[in-house]
């Protein structure tokens, strides 16, 4: 069979052939070219549709509707050729082993992102199956693949996918997909996917022409007209799509990207019918479901998602690290230190307050009563390194003993933390936009990343702005691509034994108790202007950590933690209550 998962878009395999399907509510006559045959397909409402008893595994075929030029199926389930070729109809044969894998607690995820082309050289599935040791041994225990959708062109982020049902071909075939899956899940690692249900790319969407209704004209987002999630078929369309992806391949959760860009009058309407779409297709295994969602919308969470990314964390933290106050930052330029010790504590940091980025409106809301498993954390990821013109790492933008002071107290806070690949060991390689699209768009693209640094001040020379890396330059995506050899380095070395240290330090000390913490059971004192003393009840005892997160030393800490300090950056006595700068002890009581 095509899929396992009997959904309305793509191949369904019959006893003989397949049946093609197509939602094309505009169209009046559609035919299906297979293997250079043609078949007139039948209309039954918006739908199109034909049983070719001489389709097989490994037919190609495309819909032409009213006499255009054929165009791939959106909901293939392979492109091998690429977005504007034939789709492939595939039958899986890959047999997933009976290894008794039901997925792990949300409460243990501390999750690895990763994008498949630039984790390693070979930028395949099969390439990087053969690094799962290497996050074991970090300490890891779920991995999150930025998009797989497959987008136009050789090379992209995955964030302009335009057929959401078919993995990309350059990574390696759906069955390679699924091998490496099974291969994460017998070192013990859940697997999450990142998925795009806000827009599609710019090139190879070809459903304006036959299903236009598939958007709304008059909503309109930072890609273009908004998809209009109140057409049921286009909701079913993307319900469908998250339970694709978790029957088929058995990810373990699915990463929502950009959910405050949906635009939904009924919301959360649209995203609990994913949930609950998603759940039903998998109820005997763990499944996790996360939020990005820029606006701290607490609905979502009450509405049963598993968790989101705190953005607020890295915000305050890359401020407290680097001094940068530009853009978003300016929110937090001041009192980053208290912003970050709210949010450790009880979520978000922004829970009403007004946004000066936002032109003075709200933001968030109260997010005490959630566990703290529900805020995912971050000194880095895909966003907020690959937004940067120039793609660098924390590594080369703050000092070393702020890094380590900020990784000590991130890592070992009760909410579930991410790295982003290379993050374990100061990777040098930058992290930079890059794609590749037909030549007229590659230009506008190329012009428009330069002209979005026009408003910084460093950026205001264009000859300045002219040095910013062209995204479609091969070199681009290539100096993005992780260096594993340069981890023995002696820098590199030291940086990976200290994330590993942590993530064991995590382990034994923070996740058996971590599950039902809430920002209720929490307090967060301020100690002048760069101290916290944090404190979290668990169900049989307290977690304390104090953090002295500048370079000066700083008085009004307790001389010892109470209980048993299990971390101690300078030792666990700071003698008459003085914190050395850049300092952090944990204790459990």
């Known amino acids: 069979m095509t899929s396992g998962y009997l959904g309305r878009f793509g191949p369904l395999a019959l006893d003989r052939g397949y049946r093609l399907r197509l939602y094309a509510p505009a169209a ?72 008794g894998w039901h997925g792990r607690p949300w409460h243990e995820h501390v999750i690895y992102e990763l994008h498949v082309g630039t984790f390693t050289f070979e930028g395949t599935y099969a390439s990087a199956a053969r690094r799962l040791p290497d996050l074991v041994a970090l300490g890891v225990t779920a991995l999150e693949l930025m998009p797989i959708a497959a987008f136009a062109g050789a090379r992209n982020w995955g964030y302009d996918g335009v057929l959401p049902y078919a993995p990309y071909a350059g990574y390696g075939t759906p069955d390679e997909l699924r091998r490496f899956v099974a291969a994460a899940h017998a070192h013990g690692l859940a697997v999450l996917l990142d998925v795009v249900y806000n827009h599609f790319g710019p090139e190879g969407n070809y459903l304006h022409a036959i299903a236009p209704s598939f958007f709304n004209p008059n909503a309109h987002t930072p890609w273009g007209a908004a998809i209009d999630v109140t057409v049921p078929a286009v909701r079913a369309y993307f319900a469908e799509n998250a339970a694709y992806w978790l029957a088929e391949f058995r990810f373990d959760g699915l990463r929502l990207d950009a959910t405050h860009a949906i635009v939904d009058p009924q919301a959360p309407s649209f995203l609990c019918e994913v949930r609950a779409t998603a759940l039903a297709a998998c109820p005997a295994r763990h499944v996790a479901l996360v939020l990005e969602n820029d606006d701290n919308d607490a609905a979502l969470l009450d509405a049963g998602f598993d968790a989101q990314w705190n953005d607020d964390v890295h915000h305050c933290a890359h401020v407290i690290a680097t001094n940068e106050t530009f853009g978003y930052y300016r929110d937090y330029a001041v009192n980053p230190v208290g912003w970050l010790g709210r949010a450790l504590a009880t ?40 937004n940067r013109a120039f793609g660098e790492r924390l590594a080369q933008l703050a000092p070393p003993a702020a890094l380590r002071a900020l990784y000590a107290l991130i890592l070992l806070a009760p909410s579930p933390p991410l790295l982003f690949m290379g993050e374990e060991w100061a990777a040098s390689t930058p992290f930079l936009f890059f794609c590749d699209f037909e030549p007229d768009l590659t230009k506008l693209v190329t012009e428009g990343r330069r002209r979005e640094f026009a408003h910084l001040p460093q950026f205001a020379d264009p000859a300045v702005r002219a040095t910013i890396p062209d995204p479609a330059a091969i070199t681009t995506f290539e100096t993005s691509q992780l260096r594993w050899e340069e981890r023995a380095a002696p820098q590199h070395a030291q940086t990976l034994a200290f994330t590993t240290a942590l993530l064991q330090l995590r382990a034994r000390h923070v996740v058996p108790w971590s599950a039902d913490v809430r920002g209720s059971d929490a307090a967060c004192e301020r100690i002048g202007s760069s101290g916290l003393a944090l404190r979290w009840k668990l169900a049989d005892g307290v977690l304390h950590a104090d953090a002295n997160l500048a370079d000066e030393a700083h008085d009004g800490f307790a001389e010892r933690l109470t209980g048993a300090t299990w971390y101690a950056s300078h030792g666990e006595t700071y003698r008459n209550g003085r914190a050395p700068g850049w300092s952090v002890r944990w204790s459990r009581t």
């Open 28 to 99: 009046q006559r559609v035919d299906a070219h297979v293997d250079g045959r043609t078949l007139a397909m039948e209309r039954t409402g918006d739908w199109f549709a034909v049983d070719d008893p001489q389709a097989r595994p490994g037919s190609r075929y495309a819909f032409a509707a009213d006499g255009r030029p054929p165009i791939p199926d959106p909901g293939s389930r392979f492109q091998p050729d690429g977005v504007h070729a034939a789709s492939e109809i595939v039958a899986p044969r890959f047999v997933w082993p009976d290894d």
């Open 347 to 386: 979520g978000f940091a922004y829970q009403g307050e007004t946004s000066e980025h936002r032109d003075g409106r709200p933001r968030g809301a109260p997010s005490a009563r959630f566990p703290l498993t529900k805020f995912v954390t971050f000194l880095q990821n895909h966003d907020q390194i690959g």
